[in-house]
């Protein structure tokens, strides 16, 4: 019972990303071309018109097998951005392992990009989902 409930919290937030009407919303992507970015969730519907996110670079690291992940986030209006971001690593069936970060508070300049990078502490991990808020 308790490996179904962060599942089914998951899948929920999963669902919920693919729909436009209700938060949090997947990230639209930096590329015209490309789709949303379903690893990447905002939970505010302004913060999501203001942010776009790039293709992650993900790789395991050598000797310790974690996962690393780089992502691309460009702030798009003409303000200056205040966001959280927090980042859980899931295993294979898409179930947080319990290697979750400290939301990070980072300040994104009108038009500039930042790279947000991250190393999972647990080899097991396999999936991602990152979290981006509004730092009020």
């Known amino acids: 019972m308790k490996k179904l409930l962060p599942l089914s919290c998951l899948l929920a937030i999963m ?12 990230a639209l992507p930096i ?12 939970t505010n519907a302004k913060l999501r018109q203001g942010l776009r996110v790039g293709r992650a670079g993900v790789r395991r690291i050598e000797g310790s097998n974690q ?14 951005l205040q ?3 927090q980042v ?6 898409k179930v947080p392992i319990g290697d979750d970060t ?12 930042h790279n ?7 080899s097991e991990a396999r999936d991602w989902i990152m ?5 009020y």
């Open 15 to 26: 669902f919920l990303a693919s729909c436009n009407s209700v938060a949090p919303y997947a």
């Open 31 to 42: 590329e015209d071309d490309a789709e949303q970015v379903a690893n990447v969730v905002v």
């Open 67 to 80: 996962l690393k992940l780089i992502v691309p986030i460009r702030n798009v209006s003409k303000r200056e």
């Open 83 to 85: 966001v959280r971001i």
């Open 88 to 93: 859980s690593f899931l295993d294979l069936e």
């Open 102 to 113: 400290n939301a990070q508070v980072q300040i994104i300049g009108p038009g500039e990009t």
């Open 116 to 122: 947000h990078s991250v190393t999972s502490t647990m």
């Open 131 to 135: 979290r981006i808020v509004p730092n």
